[in-house]
């Protein structure tokens, strides 16, 4: 906690011009523009050889990836904190909390290219939290960040920043760590880094699935998750799961969530991704990725990278 503080004195003083830190390096704040909300975008000292005007284009991106997927920018006043890493390449050490009308920081490698920021999912899973309720008890962390890991592909690709082709091969390619092992005792009593991440999408995912099946295509998880920030569900606010579950399922009309959970929350279930892929008609050759268009699920497969 007392960390955190520490960088929203730093963001705070960094907004104003005559107390930024006199470090020459040091890249001056910036808004950025998303969703019909503006975002404060921060820099802490030191040096980034890629433009300002580059690495604002990168937030921006994700920002808009987050905003298309909801329909808005999530929350009416987030911040973003850049903090440069000396003599370092990449993006890394991603966080966002729900203090101080929501608030990301993340660092970016001095060395960093743009090819790297055009391949980077971490700003864009990072703001996807913000349009997420914090969600009571620790045991359902995993439903947090399997949400923000299955949705961050396919907001990116609603915006066309990747290929679709790209969603569903990385798809294919990671999901399966999703998948329970021996010992795993369901997704609220398995805490490894695998179930957290991508035991928590592949619930996203099969979630989604379901919700296209119960209702002919007519809606998804897209839909139900926009009824969630309707709601007021953001991560400025603390919700019990069951209530995140219940918003969503009114929206689309079932008990696919509910259901859901509590066949997965408690002990380990078995999922044919290899079955779900076929039906979806995802097929992966050597790395490349063709579809099905004949494939029982293709209609529901297009639906869900859809620009809506
Ligand atoms: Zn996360």
Redesign the pocket.
């Given at each position: 906690m007392p960390r955190v503080q520490a960088y929203l004195l730093i963001a705070a003083g960094a907004l104003t011009p005559f107390t930024l830190p006199a470090a020459d390096e040091t890249l001056p704040a910036a808004q950025i523009r998303s969703g019909g909300y503006t975002i404060v975008v921060t820099f802490a000292p030191g040096k980034i050889n890629l433009p300002r005007s580059t690495v604002l284009a990168w937030i921006s991106s994700a920002a808009d990836a987050v905003s298309a997927y909801f329909g808005r920018f999530p929350v009416s006043h987030a911040r973003i904190f850049v903090r440069p890493a000396a003599g370092r390449s990449g993006i890394f050490n991603?966080?966002?909390y729900g203090h101080e009308g929501g608030f990301t920081r993340i660092s970016i490698g001095e060395l960093t290219g743009q090819h790297e920021l055009d391949n980077d999912w971490m700003m864009t899973?990072?703001l996807?939290?913000l349009a997420f309720p914090d969600i009571a008890g620790d045991e359902h962390h995993w439903i947090?960040?399997g949400m923000?890991?299955y949705m961050e592909p396919i907001a990116r690709a609603q915006i066309g920043a990747i290929r679709i082709e790209r969603v569903w091969g990385d798809m294919a390619r990671y999901m399966p760590q999703g998948l329970p092992e021996d010992g795993d005792q369901g997704l609220d009593h398995t805490d490894s880094w695998r179930s957290t991440?991508w035991g928590g999408a592949l619930f996203w995912l099969v979630a989604d699935v379901q919700i296209r099946q119960h209702t002919n295509n007519r809606k998804g998880l897209q839909d139900a998750m926009r009824a969630i920030l309707a709601a007021g569900g953001n991560i400025l606010e603390e919700w019990p799961i069951e209530h995140v579950l219940e918003v969503g399922d009114r929206a689309t009309g079932g008990r696919v969530l509910r259901d859901l959970y509590n066949r997965m929350k408690a002990k380990p279930v078995q999922t044919d991704l290899n079955d779900l892929w076929r039906k979806l008609g995802i097929q992966v050759n050597s790395g490349v990725v063709t579809f099905d268009e004949k494939a029982p699920l293709a209609n529901i497969r297009r639906a869900i990278t859809a620009r809506r």
């Open positions: 991603g966080t966002t899973h990072e996807l939290h947090e960040e923000a890991t991440y």
